[in-house]
């Protein structure tokens, strides 16, 4: 039995547990979304919410990996590792800069998730860059952001 | 200055050099573009390469295009050459067997010199002819994918006819894109029952787990040479082409996971590494850039017929033409786990100068045999050559056009900008057979819907920024659609959304609020619009037309406006020759 087939008969647990890695602890979205839609959120909100202001500069320690052109704009598979002591990293915010709410998901982690490493998919409503911002214990914050685009079709 | 291929590659590997000037490879041709066949051989490695056969078992007449357009950095560049900036570049003088090959230039005139293109009889007697001479032992036969679809005997057996020929030529390793078409299930019946070639793709993946679909290399020993082959199907493939065929797979360039594979493949001892790819010349020329330690690269996809090897770091990327026109040849000497030297050449596959194989060319009227008084019946005629390829407008689109239009009694159509079909000459027959190279694909339904002004005008920018995006991994290596009743200026190097102005239908100004009727094929261009309708397969509708009208005389002249470059075949910084 190879790890596809195992997994397909494990149960909805396991699923979750594969698809969300080492996250020990997620916000922003539920089930209370479908009934109440998140308000407009810009990404230099989002991102002030996040860092309080503080600056973000880009950093290659933030390994970011999305799709260039999104298969399907509904779930486009991202996942960010951050190439630092577990102790360092306090949580990834990942951010889709033209989404009605920029802020899209944040992963805190504690020294016993082993690294910084998240993998998830996320809804872009159009071609746009995503970003990653990992926030660190020292109180400061890197990231890493890539286009991603959204588009109907080939050349035909 | 004298400079070899060997001290080229010397100094491009010492230095970390991107050797891809034209003076460089003006000194390097020495090959005498008539002594089509000769071949001094390197090293213990060879490797021989097709891409894009697009299923043409018999030999064709095909024209490369006369607008071959880009983004302003890649102007000029391979991958983005024809006609005059071609000969140019290379240095192939006209009227030769490579200028009546490798450009549209006299095209017409060279087809009567020199005949018909390609067929795998004859691709099997140069690679009989190159075993013999080499040894079986040292040389590797791959094939880049585009190669099951395309005409009508590989649409009727799903890709079986084909698979047939690919086991009788001998190729050992392959990878897909249009294969994928004829739905998941189908590839993997091919592969696993029939396919004599591995099928390698490290970039197709279970979309849930992201466990490989495919194996994502594998090692082969030739000529004392431990070759390790990755493969790249196309990236795009999804996007493209409808999903449906490969629900549940996902698929992209996961330039990260190859980077794992070439170190993987290192430590288990490989000498050298070839990505055997269908990512496109372009993509792959940036892809070199971001990945490390590949050695080779056997690019197709995007159908380049590239006479020279582009070298970006220590990474030789080739390429091989398409629809069986070219073998590609590679040899090379490898030491330490370096390469030391090589040689390249396309051969073009001129079957008036090729004794075909004969096992291969029974094989060829087997698999024609159900399908022979169907597809050789002549429907009508033609008074100017029918071409596909150029980067907004052909002659065999603009029939199936007008074939559309009429039928569907709509006011735009809209057709795949595809680089595959076929060519007929002025005054020649057009046959079913010819249709179906133009149109054989397992999406065939003609739709007809609505469109308003501002969504066509959407649709008309998110096809030329996939076209024209200046970033190699956001191009999706086609060309754009064509479109009748509607015509429009472009200004290629404008920024993205902005680059389609003065857009009228049928002479008049497009307006934004107004519905459209609207018929296309071959994509999904129906799923955006309102009242969509199915009509007939494109084939159908388009014998019947030609069978009706008897003789077709599309106009060669484009209906596309290029506002910013002023020929179709520029050089580097957009000059014209």
């Known amino acids: 039995m190879n790890r596809r087939d195992f997994l397909r008969t494990t149960s909805l647990t396991a699923v979750s547990t594969a698809v969300l890695g080492s996250a020990a602890f997620t916000d922003s979205f539920g089930a209370e979304l479908v009934d109440n839609p998140p308000p407009k959120k810009s990404f230099d909100e989002a991102l002030k919410e996040i860092t309080g202001g503080k600056a973000v500069s880009d950093s290659d320690k933030v390994k970011l990996i999305a799709p260039e052109i999104a298969e399907n704009g509904a779930v486009v598979p991202v996942t960010v590792e951050v190439e630092l002591p577990i102790e360092q990293v306090k949580a990834i915010h990942i951010l889709a800069d033209k989404n009605h709410n920029a802020k899209t998901m944040s992963v805190y982690f504690t020294p016993a998730n082993g690294k910084a490493y998240i993998s998830t998919r996320i809804r872009l409503a159009e071609t746009m860059n995503v970003v990653a911002v990992a926030q660190l214990a020292d109180g400061s914050f890197i990231k890493a952001q890539k286009p991603v685009k959204v588009t109907i079709g080939g050349c035909g | ?577």
Not at chain 2, 183 to 191: M, P, S
Not at chain 2, 256 to 262: H, I
Not at chain 2, 323 to 334: I, M
Not at chain 2, 571 to 577: A, H, P
Request: glycine share 8%; proline share 5%.
């Open chain 2, 1 to 577: 200055m004298n400079i070899s291929r060997r001290d080229l590659f010397h100094l491009a590997a010492i230095a970390g050099l991107s050797v891809s000037s034209k003076d460089v490879f003006a000194k390097l041709n020495e090959v005498n573009p008539e002594t089509f066949f000769e071949f001094k051989p390197v090293g213990t490695v060879t490797l021989l390469h097709i891409c894009d056969l697009h299923a043409h078992l018999k030999p064709l007449y095909w024209r490369e295009p006369s607008t071959l357009l880009s983004a302003k950095e890649l102007i000029g560049t391979p991958g983005f050459l024809c006609g005059k900036a071609f000969m140019q570049y290379y240095g192939i003088k006209p009227n030769t067997i490579r200028a009546y090959f490798d450009t549209y230039i006299g095209f017409e005139e060279l087809a009567k010199k020199y005949g018909k293109m390609g067929g795998v009889a004859y691709i099997k007697s140069l690679v009989n002819r190159i075993k013999a001479e080499r040894g079986a032992d040292k040389v590797l036969f791959m094939d880049s994918g585009d190669t099951w679809q395309g005409t009508a005997v590989g649409l009727f057996t799903q890709g079986k006819a084909i698979v047939d020929a690919q086991n009788a030529l001998g190729i050992d390793i392959m990878v897909g894109h249009w294969e994928y078409t004829y739905g998941k299930d189908r590839v993997l019946e091919l592969v696993n029952k029939h396919l004599k070639a591995e099928f390698i793709s490290q970039n197709v993946a279970d979309d849930m787990w992201g466990d490989l679909i495919f194996k994502p290399y594998t090692i082969r020993e030739v000529g004392g040479v431990k070759v390790a082959v990755i493969g790249n199907s196309f990236p795009y493939t999804p996007i493209a082409n409808p999903k449906e065929f490969t629900e549940g797979w996902t698929f992209g360039i996961q330039p990260e996971r190859l980077q794992k594979y070439v170190d993987e493949v290192k430590s288990k001892g490989a000498d050298i590494v070839v990505l055997l790819s269908h990512d496109g010349f372009t993509l792959d020329q940036a892809l070199a850039k971001m990945v490390k330690g590949i050695d080779v690269i056997l690019s197709g996809h995007t159908h380049d017929p590239a006479p020279k090897p582009v070298i970006v770091d220590n990474t030789i990327i080739v390429i091989a033409g398409s629809h069986g026109k070219y073998l590609g040849r590679l040899d090379l000497e490898v030491k330490n786990k370096k390469i030391t030297n090589f040689a390249f050449k396309l051969y073009p596959v001129a079957s008036n100068f090729i004794k075909p194989d004969k096992e291969v060319e029974n094989l060829v009227q087997e698999l024609y045999k159900p399908y022979e008084k169907q597809l050789s019946e002549v429907i009508g005629k033609t008074q100017t050559i029918l071409y596909k390829r150029d980067t907004f407008y052909s002659t065999f689109d603009r029939v199936i056009m007008d074939a559309i239009k009429e039928e569907t009694d709509c006011e735009i159509v809209f057709n795949p900008g595809y680089r595959w079909g076929t060519t007929v000459l002025p005054g020649d027959n057009i046959t079913v057979d010819d249709v179906y190279s133009m149109t054989a694909i397992t999406y065939p339904d003609v739709y007809r819907f609505e469109l308003t002004g501002q969504q066509i005008k959407n649709l008309l920018e998110d096809i030329a920024d996939n076209v024209f995006n200046s970033n190699p991994l956001y191009q999706q290596g086609g060309d754009m659609s064509r479109t009748l009743g509607l015509d429009y200026e472009i200004k290629i190097t404008a920024p993205t959304g902005k680059r389609i102005s003065n857009i009228k239908v049928n002479g008049k100004d497009l307006d934004p609020n107004r519905n459209y009727v609207v018929a296309s094929w071959g994509g999904n261009l129906y799923k955006a619009g309102k009242n969509a309708k199915k009509f007939r397969p494109v084939y159908d509708i388009t014998i019947d037309y030609i069978k009706r009208v008897k003789v077709v005389n599309p106009p060669l002249k484009s209906n596309v406006k290029i506002a910013d470059i002023g020929c179709g075949c520029p050089t580097e910084e957009g000059k014209c020759l």
